[in-house]
T-cell receptor, first 108, second 116 residues
Framework: RKEVEQDPGPFNVPEGATVAFNCTYS??????FFWYRQDCRKEPKLLMS???SGNEDGRFTAQLNRASQYISLLIRDSKLSDSATYLC?????????FGAGTQVVVTP | ETGVTQTPRHLVMGMTNKKSLKCEQH?????MYWYKQSAKKPLELMFV???????ENNSVPSRFSPECPNSSHLFLHLHTLQPEDSALYLC???????????????FGPGTRLTVT
């Protein structure tokens, strides 16, 4: 079983709509989590850190459910520039495990 | 952004060549990482250096040899690679504490390597 699993998508989202997707993790000892976004042929860029139950930054909301071992990312009022692959990452004492990513495509 | 830089950005090498990838971080971090990203696969951690000491080597073949001369610089020396080693090689840095925990990692732009 993969340590971090994500729905690869793509999630096709009309501009202005809301999209949400989950990431499940298998290591219950994971202490913190991150969402990165990665554009095609570019490096991952940190979007959000999740240390407790969740985090919100503008249009982006992450929620952590430790009991069910998943993290979600919700994007409100989607912009065309939100089109990217979103990588879920779990951190257990400095050991990061990356998911393969969820592709989001925002359409006009 | 110039927090983490990598050179070269693109590299094509034959199976008998020797080349090196360079990474430099300007963020004052004390941990640096090498990752491999192949198409449609998760990032694979290759090497970790904390406080200039290698703390992790994820069963990487010996044809990849890391070097960390100081906390700001990291190299990946390549020799006798195979075509399946073609991938995007990403360097990252973070702040690590003495207990082994670390904070967010920041990535360089990567070196896209093609082995012919």
């Amino acid at each position: 079983r993969k340590e971090v699993e994500q729905d690869p998508g793509p999630f096709n989202v009309p501009e202005g709509a809301t999209v949400a997707f989950n990431c499940t993790y298998s290591n219950s000892a994971s202490q913190s989590f991150f969402w990165y976004r990665q554009d095609c042929r570019k490096e991952p860029k940190l979007l959000m850190s999740v240390y407790s139950s969740g985090n919100e930054d503008g249009r982006f909301t992450a929620q952590l459910n430790r009991a069910s071992q998943y993290i979600s990312l919700l994007i409100r009022d989607s912009k065309l520039s939100d089109s990217a692959t979103y990588l879920c990452v779990s951190d257990s004492w400095g050991k990061l495990q990356f998911g393969a990513g969820t592709q989001v495509v925002v359409t006009p | 952004e110039t927090g983490v830089t990598q050179t070269p950005r693109h590299l094509v090498m034959g199976m008998t060549n020797k080349k090196s990838l360079k990474c430099e971080q300007h963020l004052g971090h004390n941990a640096m990482y090498w990752y491999k990203q192949s198409a449609k696969k998760p990032l694979e951690l290759m090497f970790v250096y904390n406080f200039k000491e290698q703390t992790e080597n994820n069963s990487v073949p010996s044809r990849f040899s890391p070097e960390c001369p100081n906390s700001s610089h990291l190299f990946l020396h390549l020799h006798t690679l195979q075509p399946e080693d073609s991938a995007l090689y990403l360097c990252a840095s973070s702040q690590a504490d003495s207990a082994g925990g670390s904070y967010e990692q920041y990535f360089g732009p990567g070196t896209r390597l093609t082995v012919t």
